[in-house]
C-alpha cells in the first residue's frame, strides 16, 4: 500500500473478460484522522501493483464492504475518523472501471416508512 492503514477494510474483486481473468483487491478507509481516512487504493495481482483510486466522501473505520453484482464495491457505515460518530452513509464504486477513472459515488437511502 502507498499508505499506512488502520481499522480499514478489504474485498477482493475478480474480473471475468473473454480470454482472461482479473482480480484486484481493495483496501479502503483509515482510522488516522488524516487524508489517509478518505483514501481507496487497489492491488493489481497480476502487476503485482498497487494503484491510488478516487477517495470516499467520507473518512471512516470499522465499516463493512461488500462486491454486489459482480461489479459494484459498496462501503457501509463505519465510524467517522475525524469525530468517531458513527456513519450511516453508504457508498459505491463501478470496479468495471479503468483504474484511473474509477469514483466513489453516494448512495442516498430512501426511508419508506417515512
Known amino acids: ?30 482510522k488516522y484522522p488524516d487524508d489517509t481516512s478518505r483514501k481507496a487504493e487497489v492491488f493489481d495481482i497480476a502487476k503485482n501493483r498497487w494503484h491510488e483510486i478516487g ?10 464492504m461488500c462486491i454486489v453484482d459482480a461489479r459494484y464495491l459498496y462501503v457501509m ?15 459505491r464504486l463501478d470496479c468495471y472501471a479503468d483504474l484511473d477513472k474509477q469514483k466513489f459515488e453516494q448512495i442516498n437511502l430512501v426511508n419508506k416508512d417515512s
Open 55 to 64: 477517495e470516499l466522501y467520507h473518512g471512516r473505520h470499522f465499516h463493512s
Open 77 to 91: 457505515a463505519g465510524r467517522d475518523s475525524q469525530t468517531e460518530t458513527p456513519l450511516e452513509s453508504f457508498e
Open 1 to 30: 500500500m502507498k499508505y499506512g492503514k488502520c481499522g480499514h477494510q478489504l474485498a477482493h474483486f475478480h474480473r471475468r473478460l473473454e480470454y482472461k481473468t482479473k482480480d484486484y483487491i481493495y483496501a479502503v478507509g483509515s
